[in-house]
T-cell receptor
């Protein structure tokens, strides 16, 4: 089975711009979670989608949004970028169910200048 | 909200020494998971613990889940250079989000 695919791998944007990141989960996985990873803050949960519905949400401002399509692919959008948004954004897919093992993609490295 | 604290943040050992990282949750967990992230890589699932007092072993790695299901530990016996990386615990309450600890970065002197 193919793993979780995230595109693009690297992105450089300017403050104030917006960005869209894409994640294709493992075939058959209906849950997609997004995490922000920075050196000082570790892995911070952004949101989780299951069957096109947001199931859980982290403590990030409204500039961060996401969605999931009927084929389980997910996108994450960040509007009005700030320097502090520079991070590695990781997507993880899992099977449905309460105790979910996450399968992570390689991430998208976003740099905001 | 739920918080997961992990210590230490960094650990440097000589190859062959043991290593332990500890994880504490502010709330009772339904399960705890452990992940390993190699430098430049992404987190990879190691194990999941569900039962109170559970102990699981994977070769030189021993994972424990506390009796109160609020803490956990990962112990590596006789570290090898392949053990280098950051180890994360992640706790879950019921069907809620998986909350990760800050991670323990392990470096090894060969």
């Amino acid at each position: 089975k193919a793993g979780v695919t995230q595109t693009p791998r690297y992105l450089i944007k300017t403050r104030g711009q917006q960005v869209t990141l894409s994640c294709s989960p493992i075939s058959g996985h209906r849950s997609v979670s997004w995490y922000q990873q920075t050196p000082g803050q570790g892995l911070q949960f952004l949101f989780e989608y299951f069957s096109e519905t947001q199931r859980n949400k982290g403590n990030f401002p409204g500039r961060f949004s996401g969605r999931q399509f009927s084929n389980s692919r997910s996108e994450m959008n960040v509007s009005t970028l700030e320097l502090g948004d520079s991070a590695l954004y990781l997507c993880a897919s899992s099977l449905s169910g309460a105790a979910r093992r996450l399968h992570f993609g390689n991430g998208t490295r976003l740099t905001v200048t | 909200g739920q918080q997961v604290m992990q210590i230490p943040q960094y650990q440097h050992v000589q190859e062959g020494e043991d290593f332990t990282t500890y994880c504490n949750s502010s709330t009772t967990l339904s399960n705890i998971q452990w992940y390993k992230q190699r430098p430049g890589g992404h987190p990879v699932f190691l194990i999941q613990l569900v039962k109170s007092g559970e102990v699981k072993k994977q070769k030189r790695l021993t994972f424990q889940f506390g009796e109160a299901k609020k803490n956990s530990s990962l112990h590596i016996t006789a570290t090898q250079t392949t053990d280098v990386g950051t180890y994360f615990c992640a706790g879950q309450e019921g069907a809620q989000k998986l909350v990760f600890g800050q991670g323990t970065r392990l470096t090894i002197n060969p």
